[in-house]
């Protein structure tokens, strides 16, 4: 990834927000998918997913710590300085499948928190006010333990045969 194309956050205060909505909208991703996949009975992946939500609101907690007594900026959403379209941590939700296995929810989950990973390290790096690369540098270690967390997780779950998404009773929409 890229983060020369990436315009710096110019305050303090824009870099909470930035972590705020950043945490916040990850946290909204996992649970909605794991809401999906707990309709089709996938526990196992719901399981992931809701671990995966818990982490992002101990990082969203984090950064509203930081907010406290300060004033923060209210961007509207194609005003905030990602990467991309969505904030970097943010899960595709139309990559999951109702019969996705634990590794699916790993590889996705894994491709979210490297993003997540990319952005503060890349923020530490480059940022030229002190404070900020500080507070990016403890985000981006943060993020670096889930990388490692669930990478271990991943030993435990190899990749599916490749009929994984066969489905022999498949839902049927009524017209």
Do not use: C
Not at 33 to 53: C, G, I, P, S
């Amino acid at each position: 990834m890229r983060m020369d194309t990436v315009s710096p956050m110019d305050t303090l205060e824009d870099f909470i927000a930035h972590a705020i909505a950043l945490e916040e909208d990850s946290a909204i991703r996992f649970d909605d998918m794991a809401d999906a996949l707990d309709v089709h009975q996938n526990h196992e992946v719901t399981v992931l997913f809701r671990k995966m939500a818990h982490f992002s609101r101990l990082h969203l907690a984090e950064a509203q710590k930081l907010a406290e007594g300060l004033t923060l900026p209210r961007f509207k959403p194609w005003e905030y300085k990602w990467p991309q379209a969505e904030p970097p941590e943010t899960p595709e939700l139309d990559a999951t499948h109702y019969l996705m296995t634990p590794h699916h929810a790993l590889v996705m989950a894994l491709e979210s928190e490297k993003r997540g990973h990319a952005y503060y390290a890349g923020l530490a790096q480059s940022h030229a006010n002190a404070r900020i690369r500080e507070l990016a540098q403890e985000f981006a270690e943060e993020e670096a333990e889930h990388v490692a967390l669930l990478e271990a997780m991943m030993a435990k779950y190899p990749a599916p045969p490749a009929d994984w998404d066969e489905d022999m009773d498949p839902p049927v929409s009524v017209d």
